[in-house]
């Protein structure tokens, strides 16, 4: 399991969740907003926040994680003390114990972020950017382009020292 270093308070968690979840396989965990995030197959399915390891819910296991008396993770805003509840519940307090437990629980909420993720609506293409606009021709050294004007009475032909009517 790869592990970023996270905040002392978590590493508790963060080596727990590691021996937990390790039958997952490829399990990583990433540091993020003070805590860190637990990933599997391309996922977050846990977070650790304060030292509390979290596990993803969701609809088919809400009632569940409240059966077992865990707790959803609420996170208040530092800047206006609102409080938002996050669809994350803690791991059942019988799981920290029971290794085939803590998996169950571990598997549901693999499924569940799996879930989550598939009803998002794919991100759309970026358009492409606007091609820069040609910059106009500008005589060098005096000399004009085809483009810009002859003086009166010299043709383009005029230019190679031919002089036409007039």
């Known amino acids: 399991m ?89 791991l059942p307090e019988e799981a920290l114990d029971d290794a085939e437990l803590a998996m169950t629980w571990a598997r549901r909420s693999l499924n569940e972020a799996h879930a989550a993720q598939a009803a998002k609506p794919a991100k759309p293409a970026k358009p492409a950017k606007p091609a820069k606009p040609a910059k106009p021709a500008v005589p060098v050294g005096g000399v004009q382009t085809e483009e810009a004007s002859a003086p009166s009475g010299v043709a383009a032909a005029g230019r190679r020292g031919k002089r036409t009517g007039g």
Not at 4 to 22: K, R, T, V, W, Y
Not at 68 to 88: I, Q
């Open 2 to 90: 790869k592990r970023a270093s996270i905040h002392q308070e978590n590493e508790a968690a963060a080596a727990l969740a590691g021996d937990l979840f390790a039958p997952l396989g490829g399990v990583t965990i990433r540091k993020m907003f003070g805590g860190a995030g637990i990933y599997a197959q391309g996922v977050m399915f846990a977070l650790i926040a304060e030292g509390v390891l979290y596990l993803k819910g969701g609809p088919s296991c809400e009632k569940d994680y409240e059966a077992a008396g865990s707790r959803p993770f609420v996170w208040t805003s530092p800047k206006d003390g609102r409080t938002t509840r996050m669809n994350y519940w803690t």
